[in-house]
């Protein structure tokens, strides 16, 4: 016999009902139970929360509440929600869709009282009582792991605030020593100061970046319809003092699909790609980029194309991993961070991402999402 005494809590408006309940599970040589009883809905609710049964054998037909409207309020009651309640409806006989209804609605099993046995009372509450336990668990694990993640978040937040606060003021009073000493330092010395200014504005964006990298990676993802279209216009108008620097053209194709996946997700994938199309062109060529979708059955494959300096082969899997970068700093500046952010939105959201190009003959890179097809 097992340590542990369960608690069963017995709900139901009849006596004898209860009494057959108890006397069969008093037989039951796995466990000793400890039993508590409600004759109607209101008390029950009050007995569930007050001892916290292991669980609850609930009749359909009560006095006061049916069983169903019972088990709302109880899942309503528990703080680890419906998922983990162990409670085996009791019906009556023809009364299956009631407990269909029911197993739909959080109960674990349920039982037809006139054909209840010894045995089968037995079985649905071990049952209850081991999902329950087993569903308790993953849930605390996942609760858990959540608060590790928001932490951990909270600390990449406050550590990159803390870190761009005295960045700030080697740019500012750096800023202020080009201006107001300007004409007792030499070349030389304008030259450092010029070092000084490049290297806090490429560390700032390097905090940033990783800000976003570790934001994505343990935030949450939010699946819903996203309206392409409307995506797209909202980046470009983000980039557009990258694409007047550039002199840029972007083409966006008419009448985008909508798509099902993760609005910041999606965005954070496309403002990299279209600001890593725009970067790399040589600088005879101004970047001509476009953005266009095709319709692959239930599927959308979106497509960020450049006529640009292109990637050699070889490079196409290593350019993915973080802070690897094909340029250096003068040439092309960047963090090396952009395309990791790509490819970990791209597996959050269980889509696929690839790439098409060769050197001096442009970049197509794809990505594959389903698209929203109304009911989510
Ligand atoms: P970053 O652009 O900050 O260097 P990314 O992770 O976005 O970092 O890109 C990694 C590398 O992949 C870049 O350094 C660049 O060499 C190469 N790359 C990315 N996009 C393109 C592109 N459209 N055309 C050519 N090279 C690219």
Known sequence: MSEKEPVICIIDDSREDR??????????????????????GEQGLELCRSVRPDCILLDYDLPDITGLELLEALAGSSPTRL??????????????????????SGAQDYLVKGEMTAGNLYRAIHNAIERASMRRIVEEQRHNLEMKNQELQAFAYALAHDLKSPLRAIRGFAEIMGEDYNTLLDETGQHYLHVIIKSAVQMNELIDDLLSYTQIEHGPVRFQAVKLSELAQQTLASLAGQIEREQGHVIIQDQLPVIYGDPTLVGQALVNLLDNALKYHSPEQPPVVSLTCQIEGHEAVLCVADKGIGIAPCHHAKIFQIF??????????????????VKKSVELMRGQLWLESDQGLGTKFYIRLPLYSGGG
């Open 19 to 40: 009494e057959i309940c108890r006397r069969y599970l008093q037989q039951d040589s796995d466990y000793r139970y400890r039993f508590f009883e409600a004759e109607t």
């Open 83 to 104: 998922v983990s309640l162990p409670v085996v409806m009791l019906t009556g006989l023809g009364d299956e869709s009631i407990a269909l209804q029911a197993m739909k």
């Open 324 to 341: 690897q970068r094909l340029h250096g700093e003068e040439e092309y500046p960047g963090t090396g961070i952009g395309l990791a952010i």
